[in-house]
Every structure is written in structure tokens, then in C-alpha cells.
């Protein structure tokens, strides 16, 4: 088959609407179309989002549109706030003269799309304090064919992409020069509109299945990816689906071309990330399936580039129909398009603030001189900026914008000091008397912070400073709120410990260094601030210096005391795979626990159980510890307790296991095993979670491995235990499972004062 026909197989089901005779064409009003829809602009809104009767009630009222966002305009260096509907749009972009039955054909379909996609988007920041989404596989379909448009839709796109003239559609042009003889289209615009008609009006399968057929007829080597169809397919195929959120304090940025940004590139690769920025919280992200971790782990080191390669992707779940066989979960074979599978389960990447940052460096490095910027807060907006222009000084198209919001932000904060003083060291019904209420010397230096005159190198110093004045102080308010927030967390952590006496009781605390890196600062704090939260602490979520500082003096108030408790600071580190790299930097080496670590020898057990047990109490419970063995051991305990805690919200055991109870909070694991019992559990555990501990290895021990093999497989074993005694406690149904797996007659004993088959019975 011809190139000709083959193109005019998927043309022939697009027939252009309505080619209008001579002299019959009817006059037509331009109308203002968005090319990012509004349900988009509204999460960037200024103030508080009102319902749409809210809004058509204003809007008869005043005839003005009661939405606004803050918008930066490039080529004018303007910063203000404008109605959403005069921005991220152009007249008549989607209107077709030749149309005569409906000359805004084109926008009512997108219309249609966009709000069936704004219902999933709704559901997904729904989803964001689970952390995890589900979507039925067809949900899932229409957001990547919405996705895909976005990026198919913008501005510059439908300007650009067929113009036969620019060098880089050379390629295309013979494509596009027979495209422009179909009766009705005149222009490369014509071109654009036809091909977004042909989208609309397809199928996700019927794309699929045209971009089959012309692949099929071209044969393998076919390059032609300007065609519709093989497009689309490219977009589906080549890439995987990941949900990122902002760190904690920090928000994406919207520019006019942040749907589909390409970053990053590989050998026949030109884009590793596809971005899409949906609202202050959430962006999409379109992954190259060279990243999938067990292709990446693989591949030779710099093969590929890109800033966001230390984002640590969470590959989608595809859920299959009984009739394809079962339930199927972690498969590592991406179905093809044609596969039934019920729905996709999608663990929500939470960013880090420098992987935040690095994005929006991303978005404001395809910033173009005639483009557009639209944020939600100033604060955040400045810092993102900042971060920008020290990677990249010579860009200075947000160089008026850093300027207007250091003009506006100290302005702000001038007139905001006295108040954020008097409100965060009194409380509602005390009259303001910091002589009386507090110490002088505290006060001039909250004072000077919030003014700007007193600096530090990391949030972290600053924080630590004033608790240092704070412990010579008379009691405020300000510190009592303070200690509030460090109690309640303190006693949650409590209840997460194990019990038993730790073989470090009695051993001096470390204290805590004064001063680390302004990076390490900012990990501590987007590690430290979801956990206290988490655990019952009122941590604010507001911007004013005072609030900040009040936080952050919370967090390390906290560390300090967990400090002094080995089994407070056993269950905060392993909290998460982060936390232990983090933590551990908090102290100079030559700990008491490094010391007492030191002393202990791993020989002379009678099991491999008996072995992990003993040294897990040692290198876990010793308490802060700068030791390169305890921070494999909480890194790994906490990836393999992550694990299981996501397959348990993933709701896969079978019954009866999904329907028994999965906490215990009393249960103890036994302190010693008989050899015969403890090498087939541990053996089958190394076994089960084989996959876990090199990707584990892979992604947060890259570079940096400094065991022999025979620590690392203590550790391992350490590991496995501490995920055993988790498990005990918090996912009893998930050990149940898997002992189910052992032969009854070994009366396998795992917990203090029962065997497994008598606990079941």
C-alpha cells in the first residue's frame, strides 16, 4: 500500500464538516477559546474557589468575572492579576469557517472531554492523603487521550506544526502538502483543526488499530511519526503514567507550554519526562520505559540524561479481568493496548523540595520570550525562581518578576511583623507584655528574624539557635506551643515502638550538630514535618517567618528529645528509606552508640534468627548512630515495611486473610528460635522478597556500597526480622498469609506465648 493510501484510511473517517459552497458562507463572531481549560486556572485561583452557582450569581450581579489568577507576562515584564477568562486562550483557535451546521464544533467535543477528565482530576487530588489512586482502565484511557490533546492543543502548536516552511517539519511536508489539497483546508491551521477533529472523533482503539495498520503496512523501519495515529500510539506505548505531588511549602508553576514539556534525552530517545502541570499540588508526568527501575538498574551509567533521574518512580498496577486469568498484580510485562485489564493502581510520588524545585526549572527553562507564568503563592514563586537563576544566571526572563515580588513580599512582611509577633507569643486572651510574658533576649532575636537582620546558613541552624535561647528563657507562649507539638508527637512515636528493654539502656545521648548544609536542612524538614503531623502535631502550613520558625524549632526540639530514647529513635528511623542517610548527619561520628556498636561481635549464635534478632537490637536500638550497617538496616526495614503496607491497601489477599484483623498491638516476636525453625522462614523471606532487596540496592545504595556481602546479608536478615515484628503489630493478616506457606508440623513459633496454628484455631 501506498503512503498515499495509507493516509487516507485514517483520513477517510474524518471527513471535513461541512465544506460550504460559494457565496453560502455566513458571518461569524470570534470567541475567546482556552487552550488550558479553566477547571485548570481555577486551582491557581487568587483567594478563596467559589462553586459554579457562586459564580454566576456574582457574575449577574456585578457583570464581571469573580476569578482571578496572578499572571506574568513575559515580553512586558507585567506582573497582575487577571479574569480567567482573558488568559491561556485565543480568538477563535478552535472556531471552522468551513462549518456551517456548528462553527464551534471543535471546542463543544473538547468541552465534552474536558469534563469527563475533571472529574478524574477532582478524584486525584482527592486521593493525595492516601497517596494512592485508583482508576478503572478506561478512566485511565480517557486521561492520556486528554493528556495527549493538552499538548496536541497548545498555542504554539497549532501555529507551528504544520507551517510546511519551518525546518524541523521537512520531514512532514510532503505528508502535509497532501493533506492541504483535501477539499476545505487552505492552511496550515485547516491542517491543525483537521487532525484535532480526527482525535476527537476517534476512539482510544480505533487509534490504536489505525496506527497498527500503518506501522504493519510500512514495515518495522517505518519513521513517519508525523502521522496521527503513530503519534498518538508513540505517546501511549513509549511511556508509563506517574503522579507527582509538590513537596510540603512548595507548589508547580503553570506556564502557557507546561503540557507535554519534554526533559531529559537517551540514544533515539528525545524526551525522557513529558510534563504536565494540573494544578499547585499535582503534575502529571509521562516516564520513557527506559526508566522503569528494572530497565534503568541495567543500563550503563550516563546513557541517560536528565535532572530528575533521582525521582524514584512507582511503576502503575495493572488489575486483570478474571477471564484473562486471575488477578494479577506487579506484572512486569506492560500489556499491549489490546490487553482487558479491569484498572491501574498508582502510587502517588510525593517530591522531595529540591526535586520540586528542579522541576519548575524544567517548566521555567522553556519559558519563552512571548510566554506566560502563572503561580498561586508569591513566597513559593520567589524561591522558585531563585533556585532558577543560580542554575541558570544568563536566563533573565524572570528577572522583573523576581523583582516585583521582592518589592511586594517586603512589604507585606514589614506590615505583617507586629501582628505575627503579638499572635505567636500571646495567647487570644493575654494582653502583649514580653517583659512580663517572656525573655527579653528571645524576643529581640524573634524580632530580628522576622526582620531580616539576623540570618543563618539553614533553617536547620536558625531553628537550633533558638532553641538554644529558648532552653535560658522564661516560658512563653510561644514555647509552650512549641512543646505541645513536641508532646503529642512524642507520645504517637511512643506507641510505635516496640517493647522489650534495648541493650543500649543507660548509654548517653548524643547531641545534636548546630549547624548542617542548607540541602540536608531542607530533606530534614520535608521528612520531619508529614511525620510529626502525622503523629497528632499541629504543624502549620502558613508562610509568615514566625509560623515557619515556629515549626522548625518544633522539628528539631523533637529530634533532640527522640534522641535520648533508643526506642523513640529506632521507630522514627526507619520510618522511611530516607530517613536513616538523613538523621544520621545529625551527629559527629564516635557516638556513644558508634561506641558501644564497636564492642559487639556477630559470632556465636545458634541461628541465622537468633543472629538477626541480637543485632538488630544492637545497630537499631542503640539510639542515633552514624554506623554504615544501622542505616542499611533502617533504610531496607522501612522499603520492605512500605512494601507490604502498600499491598495491604492495594486490598490483593485472598480470603480469608483480607478479612482478619490486622492489628495486634501486644505481639512480641520471640527472642530465640531453634535453628530447625529459623532457616526455611528466613530462606523463604529472602526468597519472597528477592525483587525488593535489589531494587532496594539500586535505588538508595547506588555508588555508596561500603558492606562486604556477608554484612549485607546479616542485614537482610535484620531487616526481615523488623519487617516481622511490624508486621506482627500492624499487618497480622499479611504474617498469616505467609506462614500458611510453612508445613503445620513445625508448630513454627514467630510470637511470644503462641504458635501460629494455635493463634489461627
Same mark, same amino acid.
Given at each position: &500500500?501506498?503512503?498515499?493510501?495509507r493516509?487516507s484510511?485514517?483520513?477517510?473517517?474524518?471527513?471535513?464538516?461541512?465544506?460550504?459552497r460559494?457565496?453560502?458562507?455566513r458571518? %461569524?463572531t470570534?470567541?475567546?477559546?482556552h487552550?488550558?481549560?479553566?477547571?485548570?486556572?481555577?486551582?491557581?485561583?487568587? /483567594?478563596?474557589?467559589?462553586?459554579?452557582?457562586e459564580?454566576?450569581? =456574582?457574575?449577574?450581579? +456585578?457583570g464581571?468575572?469573580?476569578?482571578?489568577?496572578?499572571?506574568?507576562?513575559?515580553?512586558?515584564?507585567s506582573l497582575?492579576t487577571?479574569?480567567? /477568562?482573558?488568559?491561556y486562550?485565543?480568538?477563535?483557535?478552535?472556531?471552522?469557517?468551513?462549518?456551517?451546521r456548528n462553527i464551534?464544533e471543535?471546542?463543544?467535543k473538547l468541552?465534552?472531554?474536558?469534563?469527563?477528565a475533571?472529574?478524574i482530576?477532582e478524584?486525584l %487530588?482527592k486521593?493525595l492523603?492516601q497517596?494512592i489512586?485508583?482508576l478503572?482502565y478506561?478512566?485511565?484511557?480517557?486521561l492520556r487521550k486528554?493528556?495527549f490533546l493538552?499538548h496536541?492543543?497548545n498555542?504554539? %502548536?497549532?501555529?507551528r506544526?504544520?507551517?510546511v516552511?519551518?525546518p524541523?517539519?521537512?520531514?512532514?511536508?510532503?505528508?502535509v502538502e497532501r493533506i492541504?489539497?483535501?477539499?476545505?483546508?487552505?492552511?496550515?491551521? *485547516?491542517?491543525w483543526?483537521?487532525i484535532?477533529r480526527?482525535?476527537?472523533?476517534?476512539?482510544?482503539s480505533?487509534?490504536?488499530?489505525?496506527?497498527?495498520?500503518?506501522?504493519e503496512?510500512?514495515?518495522?523501519?517505518?519513521?513517519?511519526?508525523?502521522?496521527?495515529?503513530?503519534?498518538?500510539?508513540?505517546y501511549?506505548?513509549?511511556?508509563?503514567?506517574s503522579?507527582?505531588?509538590?513537596?510540603?511549602?512548595?507548589?508547580?508553576?503553570?506556564?502557557?507550554?507546561?503540557?507535554?514539556l519534554?526533559e531529559?534525552?537517551?540514544t533515539?530517545?528525545?524526551?525522557?519526562?513529558?510534563?504536565?502541570?494540573?494544578?499547585p499540588?499535582?503534575?502529571?508526568?509521562?516516564?520513557?520505559?527506559?526508566?522503569?527501575?528494572?530497565?534503568?538498574?541495567?543500563?550503563?551509567?550516563r546513557?541517560?540524561?536528565?535532572s530528575?533521574l533521582?525521582?524514584?518512580?512507582?511503576?502503575?498496577?495493572?488489575?486483570?479481568?478474571?477471564?484473562?486469568?486471575?488477578?494479577?498484580?506487579?506484572s512486569?510485562?506492560?500489556?499491549?493496548?489490546? +490487553?482487558?485489564?479491569d484498572?491501574?493502581?498508582f502510587?502517588?510520588?510525593?517530591l +522531595?523540595?529540591?526535586?520540586?524545585?528542579?522541576?519548575?526549572?524544567?517548566?521555567?527553562f522553556?519559558?519563552?520570550?512571548?510566554?506566560?507564568?502563572?503561580?498561586?503563592?508569591?513566597?513559593?514563586?520567589?524561591? +522558585?525562581?531563585?533556585?532558577?537563576?543560580?542554575n541558570?544566571?544568563?536566563?533573565?526572563?524572570?528577572?522583573?518578576?523576581?523583582a516585583?515580588?521582592?518589592?511586594?513580599?517586603?512589604?507585606?512582611?514589614?506590615?505583617a511583623?507586629?501582628?505575627?509577633v503579638?499572635?505567636l507569643t500571646a495567647?487570644?486572651?493575654?494582653?502583649?507584655?514580653?517583659?512580663?510574658?517572656?525573655?527579653?533576649?528571645?524576643?529581640v532575636?524573634?524580632?530580628?528574624i522576622?526582620?531580616g537582620?539576623?540570618q543563618?546558613?539553614?533553617?536547620?541552624?536558625?531553628?537550633?539557635?533558638?532553641?538554644?535561647?529558648?532552653?535560658?528563657?522564661?516560658?512563653?507562649?510561644?514555647?509552650?506551643?512549641?512543646s505541645?507539638?513536641?508532646?503529642?508527637?512524642?507520645?504517637?512515636c511512643?506507641?510505635? &515502638?516496640?517493647?522489650g528493654?534495648s541493650?543500649? =539502656?543507660g548509654?548517653?545521648?548524643?547531641?545534636?550538630v548546630?549547624?548542617?548544609?542548607?540541602?540536608?536542612?531542607?530533606q530534614?524538614? =520535608?521528612?520531619?514535618?508529614?511525620?510529626m503531623?502525622?503523629r497528632?502535631?499541629?504543624m502549620?502550613?502558613?508562610e509568615e517567618?514566625l509560623?515557619?520558625?515556629?515549626r522548625?524549632?518544633?522539628?528539631?526540639?523533637?529530634l533532640?528529645?527522640?534522641s535520648c530514647?533508643?526506642?523513640?529513635?529506632?521507630?522514627?528511623?526507619?520510618?522511611?528509606?530516607?530517613?536513616?542517610?538523613?538523621l544520621?548527619?545529625?551527629?559527629?561520628?564516635?557516638?556513644?552508640?558508634?561506641?558501644?556498636?564497636?564492642?559487639?561481635?556477630?559470632?556465636?549464635?545458634s541461628?541465622?534468627?537468633?543472629r538477626a534478632y541480637?543485632?538488630?537490637?544492637?545497630? /537499631? &536500638?542503640?539510639?542515633?548512630t552514624?554506623?554504615?550497617?544501622s542505616?542499611?538496616?533502617?533504610?531496607l526495614?522501612a522499603?520492605?515495611?512500605?512494601?507490604?503496607d502498600?499491598?495491604?491497601?492495594?486490598?490483593?489477599?485472598p =480470603?480469608?486473610?483480607?478479612s482478619?484483623p490486622?492489628?495486634?498491638?501486644?505481639?512480641?516476636?520471640?527472642?530465640i528460635?531453634?535453628?530447625?525453625?529459623? *532457616?526455611?522462614?528466613?530462606?523463604r523471606m529472602?526468597?519472597?522478597?528477592?525483587?525488593?532487596?535489589?531494587e532496594?540496592?539500586?535505588?538508595?545504595?547506588?555508588?555508596?556500597?561500603?558492606?562486604?556481602?556477608?554484612t549485607?546479608?546479616?542485614?537482610d536478615e &535484620?531487616?526481615i526480622?523488623?519487617?516481622?515484628?511490624w508486621?506482627?503489630k500492624?499487618r497480622?493478616?499479611?504474617v498469616?498469609?505467609?506462614l500458611?506457606?510453612?508445613?503445620?508440623?513445625?508448630?513454627?513459633?514467630?510470637?511470644?506465648?503462641?504458635?501460629?496454628?494455635?493463634?489461627?484455631n
Amino acid at each position: &500500500m501506498s503512503r498515499r493510501c495509507r493516509t487516507s484510511k485514517w483520513r477517510a473517517n474524518t471527513k471535513v464538516a461541512g465544506v460550504q459552497r460559494a457565496g453560502a458562507r455566513r458571518a %461569524h463572531t470570534s470567541q475567546y477559546q482556552h487552550f488550558i481549560p479553566r477547571f485548570i486556572l481555577r486551582r491557581f485561583q487568587v /483567594g478563596i474557589p467559589k462553586s459554579r452557582k457562586e459564580r454566576n450569581k =456574582e457574575f449577574k450581579r +456585578t457583570g464581571v468575572d469573580p476569578e482571578y489568577i496572578l499572571y506574568y507576562d513575559v515580553a512586558t515584564g507585567s506582573l497582575d492579576t487577571r479574569p480567567i /477568562g482573558k488568559v491561556y486562550g485565543v480568538l477563535g483557535i478552535y472556531q471552522d469557517v468551513h462549518n456551517t451546521r456548528n462553527i464551534n464544533e471543535l471546542e463543544d467535543k473538547l468541552a465534552r472531554l474536558e469534563s469527563q477528565a475533571a472529574s478524574i482530576i477532582e478524584n486525584l %487530588h482527592k486521593a493525595l492523603p492516601q497517596g494512592i489512586l485508583a482508576l478503572k482502565y478506561s478512566s485511565l484511557v480517557l486521561l492520556r487521550k486528554f493528556l495527549f490533546l493538552m499538548h496536541f492543543r497548545n498555542e504554539s %502548536h497549532s501555529s507551528r506544526a504544520f507551517e510546511v516552511d519551518r525546518p524541523e517539519n521537512v520531514q512532514a511536508r510532503q505528508w502535509v502538502e497532501r493533506i492541504l489539497k483535501a477539499d476545505g483546508i487552505r492552511s496550515a491551521a *485547516d491542517v491543525w483543526r483537521h487532525i484535532l477533529r480526527y482525535y476527537l472523533d476517534s476512539s482510544h482503539s480505533d487509534l490504536m488499530r489505525h496506527a497498527a495498520n500503518v506501522v504493519e503496512s510500512g514495515g518495522e523501519g517505518l519513521q513517519e511519526t508525523h502521522i496521527p495515529p503513530v503519534t498518538y500510539r508513540t505517546y501511549m506505548d513509549d511511556y508509563f503514567l506517574s503522579i507527582w505531588e509538590a513537596a510540603q511549602g512548595e507548589e508547580f508553576i503553570l506556564t502557557h507550554n507546561a503540557f507535554g514539556l519534554s526533559e531529559g534525552s537517551a540514544t533515539s530517545c528525545p524526551a525522557l519526562h513529558r510534563i504536565f502541570v494540573l494544578s499547585p499540588r499535582i503534575a502529571v508526568v509521562l516516564c520513557n520505559v527506559r526508566l522503569r527501575p528494572e530497565t534503568k538498574r541495567h543500563r550503563r551509567p550516563r546513557s541517560l540524561e536528565s535532572s530528575l533521574l533521582d525521582v524514584n518512580l512507582a511503576l502503575p498496577v495493572p488489575i486483570y479481568t478474571a477471564e484473562e486469568g486471575g488477578i494479577q498484580l506487579f506484572s512486569h510485562q506492560r500489556p499491549s493496548w489490546e +490487553t482487558k485489564i479491569d484498572g491501574v493502581v498508582f502510587k502517588i510520588t510525593k517530591l +522531595t523540595r529540591s526535586q520540586t524545585l528542579e522541576l519548575n526549572s524544567v517548566v521555567l527553562f522553556n519559558l519563552e520570550k512571548t510566554g506566560s507564568l502563572t503561580f498561586r503563592s508569591g513566597t513559593r514563586m520567589l524561591r +522558585t525562581a531563585h533556585a532558577f537563576r543560580s542554575n541558570f544566571p544568563s536566563s533573565r526572563l524572570v528577572v522583573p518578576l523576581i523583582a516585583h515580588l521582592t518589592t511586594s513580599l517586603k512589604s507585606e512582611e514589614a506590615s505583617a511583623l507586629c501582628s505575627s509577633v503579638k499572635s505567636l507569643t500571646a495567647s487570644p486572651d493575654e494582653d502583649f507584655d514580653p517583659l512580663s510574658l517572656g525573655d527579653l533576649v528571645l524576643d529581640v532575636l524573634l524580632m530580628q528574624i522576622c526582620s531580616g537582620r539576623k540570618q543563618f546558613p539553614s533553617a536547620y541552624d536558625r531553628a537550633h539557635f533558638v532553641l538554644k535561647i529558648m532552653a535560658k528563657a522564661k516560658p512563653t507562649s510561644f514555647a509552650r506551643r512549641i512543646s505541645r507539638k513536641v508532646r503529642r508527637a512524642f507520645r504517637a512515636c511512643k506507641g510505635d &515502638m516496640e517493647d522489650g528493654m534495648s541493650f543500649a =539502656e543507660g548509654v548517653n545521648p548524643a547531641p545534636l550538630v548546630s549547624s548542617i548544609p542548607r540541602k540536608l536542612s531542607s530533606q530534614l524538614f =520535608e521528612l520531619m514535618i508529614p511525620y510529626m503531623r502525622k503523629r497528632g502535631a499541629e504543624m502549620s502550613g502558613g508562610e509568615e517567618t514566625l509560623e515557619v520558625l515556629q515549626r522548625d524549632v518544633a522539628v528539631v526540639s523533637f529530634l533532640q528529645r527522640a534522641s535520648c530514647n533508643p526506642g523513640v529513635w529506632h521507630a522514627l528511623s526507619h520510618s522511611s528509606p530516607e530517613a536513616p542517610k538523613i538523621l544520621s548527619k545529625l551527629f559527629k561520628k564516635g557516638t556513644p552508640a558508634d561506641e558501644f556498636i564497636a564492642k559487639i561481635s556477630p559470632s556465636g549464635f545458634s541461628s541465622c534468627y537468633n543472629r538477626a534478632y541480637s543485632l538488630r537490637k544492637v545497630y /537499631g &536500638m542503640a539510639g542515633p548512630t552514624t554506623s554504615p550497617i544501622s542505616q542499611r538496616y533502617y533504610g531496607l526495614t522501612a522499603f520492605i515495611i512500605e512494601y507490604f503496607d502498600f499491598l495491604a491497601m492495594l486490598g490483593v489477599l485472598p =480470603e480469608p486473610y483480607f478479612s482478619q484483623p490486622c492489628k495486634r498491638r501486644k505481639a512480641q516476636l520471640v527472642h530465640i528460635m531453634p535453628r530447625a525453625h529459623s *532457616d526455611l522462614p528466613m530462606k523463604r523471606m529472602k526468597e519472597f522478597l528477592r525483587e525488593e532487596l535489589e531494587e532496594y540496592e539500586s535505588e538508595y545504595e547506588s555508588g555508596e556500597d561500603t558492606l562486604d556481602e556477608t554484612t549485607k546479608e546479616w542485614v537482610d536478615e &535484620m531487616a526481615i526480622v523488623g519487617c516481622l515484628a511490624w508486621l506482627g503489630k500492624h499487618r497480622r493478616n499479611i504474617v498469616n498469609f505467609i506462614l500458611d506457606g510453612f508445613p503445620s508440623a513445625m508448630n513454627l513459633e514467630l510470637f511470644e506465648g503462641e504458635s501460629h496454628w494455635e493463634y489461627l484455631n
